[in-house]
């Protein structure tokens, strides 16, 4: 119950009673445009407000060769106001054709924003769908670090990647981590190529020199980690022992990767540690693309940028549960991803018998305080966009989790909370300050100190 539901009942009774025609001048007068984004602190005009999206079918046409991209993105929402206006957001591209409900509605075009008039409001709580036609070519987007993500063109194909703000470079998205759906992808590409793409395998089918793979994600995920990388690439499809279908593909032109042989292993101690794997596919796209620098989590298959090494193939799977499954709600909250999957690659090194976890915090404890670089910003707080993927984001971040189990002292209430988190979050949006409390409720302790010290103080910690 809250203040907008009551209003809304009273107004529905008002119209009942006004029925005729006054009531239908009043119920229009209440429609309004949805807000041009979601206020993110780094990001404020990602997503849009007024609706929310619950699935995205997008039939994707690629050439290499020219570099051009032509779609139909197929979008369901329900709106969550009444709309007079909404905006997806994408960037580039010719717009052919776009209806709302099935009807032609006009837009406009403004920087990130497309901007989407229907020919008629849409009431609050009404199913609504977008059919956007566009084509041209996709971008590739600099982020405040510098470093580049959206559409990639590679020497045979695409490497597709979207966090934090990508996805806009290759279709009209509602692009906010909070706006989770399902996704349907269908992608054509000349014949000899794959497309990549969450979920399952649906089919691939060759005519006329083209193949078209359709892939289908029935999980939740956030639009930030949807991926169709496509190009040469030998695809092999096995089962992990829990059934669930691995899908890994490498570029040729890569040495065979024996540390892929892993990926099952590491799939099942995850599931061991923090419950269940989340989704209904896993596996890896190995791409050839140093020119990326970097490897993403995109949901069900990790895609990498060059061939892996073993702590690189964990922290990406390990973030299927701490990202993917549960995600931040706003992004400077960003080692809620990275500070547990560079955790989780140490506790799988403890596993194999390799380094510990509380090796790898020594080690790097040992940082002297004088070395900035290293301690700040601190990792609940980067401050910046710019220092969103800063180290101290992964490796202060890994340390804060090791600082806390030892500060627990006892591996059992320390597990739980790791798998608590990940079960009771599961498919959801977090905060930090729900960490904490699960933590402390868990352990017992008042932990504000410790994670004060830990992940907002800018100096290095020395009492928690
Ligand atoms: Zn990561």
């Not at 008002?14 to 429609?31: C, K, M, P, Y």
């Not at 989407?116 to 590739?140: E, H, L």
């Not at 269940?276 to 896993?282: E, I, L």
């Not at 080692?335 to 140490?346: V, Y």
Request: hydrophobic share 40%; proline share 8%.
């Amino acid at each position: 119950m809250n203040f907008k539901s009551c209003a809304r009942t009273a107004l529905v009774v008002a119209a009942i009673v006004l029925a005729g025609a006054v009531g239908t001048a009043r119920a229009a007068a209440a429609f309004t445009p949805g807000s041009p984004g979601l206020g993110d602190p780094y990001f404020p005009l990602a997503g849009n407000g007024g609706y929310d999206v619950s699935h995205y079918s997008l039939r994707l046409d690629y050439e290499p060769s020219s570099n051009h991209l032509a779609g139909t993105a197929t979008i369901s929402a329900l709106a969550t106001q009444d709309l007079s206006r909404f905006d997806l957001d994408l960037r580039g591209f010719d717009i052919s054709r776009l209806l709302v409900n099935g009807v032609a509605a006009s837009f406009t075009r403004d920087g990130q924003e497309l901007v989407i008039t229907p020919g008629a409001g849409i009431s609050t709580g009404s199913p609504f769908t977008v059919v956007v036609d566009y084509a041209g070519t996709p971008s590739v987007i600099t982020d405040p670090d510098q470093s580049i993500e959206g559409w990639v063109p590679t020497d045979d194909g695409a490497f597709v990647v979207g966090e934090p703000q990508g996805s806009p470079a290759w279709y009209p998205v509602n692009d906010n981590p909070r706006d989770k759906a399902t996704f349907d992808f269908s992608v054509t590409v000349p014949a000899g190529l794959t497309a990549m793409a969450n979920g399952v395998l649906v089919s691939s089918t060759t005519s006329g020199g083209k193949t078209t793979w359709v892939w289908r994600e029935t999980d939740p995920m956030a639009p930030y980690l949807a991926t169709v990388t496509n190009g040469r690439f030998d695809l092999t499809i096995s089962t992990t022992s829990a059934g669930t279908p691995i899908y890994v593909a490498v570029d040729p032109q890569l040495p065979k990767g024996e540390v892929l042989s892993k990926l099952p292993a590491i799939v099942d101690f995850y599931s061991s540690i923090y419950g269940p794997y989340p989704f209904n596919a896993v596996g890896a796209i190995v791409d050839s693309a140093k020119v990326v620098g970097y490897s993403l989590e995109t949901q069900t298959k990790p895609v990498f940028d060059r061939m892996p090494n073993e702590a690189t193939l964990a922290h990406e799977l390990s973030h299927m549960w701490f990202g993917d499954s549960v995600t931040l709600t706003t992004w400077p909250d960003i080692w809620l991803h990275e500070g547990f999957a560079t955790w989780s690659e140490w506790i799988w090194s403890e596993y194999e018998g390799n380094k510990s976890a509380a090796q790898w915090f020594k080690q790097l404890y040992n940082t002297p305080p004088q070395d900035v670089r290293f301690w700040t910003p601190p990792p609940g707080d980067p401050g910046s966009p710019a220092f969103l993927f800063n180290g101290t984001i992964y490796y202060r971040g890994a340390m804060t989790l090791e600082a806390l189990r030892e500060k627990i002292a006892d591996d059992g209430v320390f597990f739980r909370i790791m798998r608590d988190w990940a079960t009771q979050q599961r498919y959801g949006n977090v905060t930090t300050a729900q960490f904490i409390t699960l933590a402390e409720h868990e352990s017992g302790l008042d932990l504000q100190h410790f994670f004060d010290v830990w992940l907002y103080q800018p100096d290095k910690p020395t009492s928690w």
